[in-house]
């Protein structure tokens, strides 16, 4: 797993604060009114937001976006679910140890290129994704584990793309 530095300096400057329940997944700021955070994955209050300048533009929930909150999520996106995605899946779609052999497969079935064959798979996930988006505007809802389970797809589909990008261009790991 990635070594979460920002999530560990968040997740302290918070607990001080007395922003965070006992299992760092809640605000305990009465003030907040937060009564939400056990929906929530650990860390990931919604309503922890310190020390927001009076005037901040907020959503109709009163809810804003700190750095502090924006950083939780991208390390709960990258290790809890991108990283689990690619790196789970590795039995199912990579036999012979190619991380990319089911785009190669369906481009030599297809006899179109690994990168046309990962376009249209990705379209898929785009499709529904937009779907999904569209359906907000209808009013309808959607539980938070399928907006996870979909944005994940799609962010993973985009890096597979950089992987394949990097194979077919034997481009090195930069660091």
Known sequence: MINSKIFKRNYD?????GHLGPTCGGCTNKN????RWQDQPAGLCYNYNPQIQEGTPQNST?????????NR????????????VLCAKNKEYSPGGNK?????????MRNISAMEALRGMKLNHETSLDDMLNGLEEGKTYPRELWEEKFTDNISYQILQWVILARDNNWEVLR
Request: some cysteine; proline content about 0%.
């Open 13 to 17: 400057s918070a607990s001080k604060a």
């Open 100 to 108: 990319v052999y089911n785009f190669d497969h369906a481009g030599q």
């Open 73 to 84: 999520l991208i390390d709960y996106i990258v290790e809890q679910r991108i990283e689990k």
């Open 32 to 35: 907040l009114g937060c009564n």
């Open 62 to 70: 009163g809810a804003v976006m700190t750095l502090e909150r924006f």
